[in-house]
């Protein structure tokens, strides 16, 4: 590992909130760290096979930068990817000839959907038994790709998952009609009617009573 790159400042985007997201429609692998989220049984599946589930790294993207190396300045070529065997967001960075040389875990770090998960998500949510009749209505569209969400103490989406907003929108996309959340990394629907005020109150609520 190339113990002496100093790095230039984090260029992960973290999502900045929901509300913002909704008006835009190895040499050292660290062994601990986020686990995946664990199954929850009482969550209806999709009539989608398994086959298509994410699984290993999903790499999201890849880009060029520059390090100090030993006072000297080199270029490096960075990759951002999702985990699912681990659940986390991982970084790793390569040297000009392609060696990995490093692959560090980035807590927190929200990455948009690549294509082969933003098709994952729309298929669950296509299968998934109180939707699909939705789905099938002329004119109904799914937005999932830059909703991503994570709420600290929840039951589905904390650490170690990988939650998507998904909306369901009548005439071509205009009009919302169904609102849900999928988690890629347990590969379910864990919200099939979401409703964001509901939920906040509920939360509220629960604060409250402590």
């Known amino acids: ?69 030993d006072h000297k300045e080199v270029r490096r070529q960075i990759e ?29 770090a929200e990455m948009r959907l690549t294509d082969v998960e933003n098709d994952r998500v729309k298929a669950l949510v296509s299968g998934y038994p109180t939707l699909k009749e939705i789905v099938r209505r002329p004119g109904v569209v799914i937005w999932a790709g830059g909703f991503v969400w994570r709420q600290p103490g929840d039951r589905y989406c904390d650490l170690g998952t990988r939650c998507i907003h998904a909306i369901l929108s009548n005439d071509n996309g205009v009009t919302a009609v169904a609102h849900a959340i999928v988690d890629l990394q347990r590969d379910r629907v864990v919200y099939p009617e979401y409703d964001m005020e509901q939920y906040k109150a509920v939360k509220q609520s629960s604060v409250g009573s402590k």
């Open 80 to 108: 951002l990817a999702w985990d699912y065997g681990r659940g986390t967001a991982i970084r790793r960075t390569y040297d000009a000839d392609g060696k990995l040389l490093q692959t560090e875990d980035v807590p927190g």
């Open 1 to 69: 590992m190339d113990k002496n790159i100093v790095h230039p400042l984090n260029r992960i985007v973290l999502l900045p909130g929901l509300a913002a997201a909704m008006t835009i429609a190895g040499c050292a692998s660290a062994p601990r760290g986020p686990q995946p989220a664990r199954a929850a049984p009482e969550l209806v599946a999709s009539d989608v096979p398994d086959s298509g589930r994410m699984q290993g790294i999903v790499v999201n993207r890849r880009y060029g930068d520059f390090f100090v190396v």
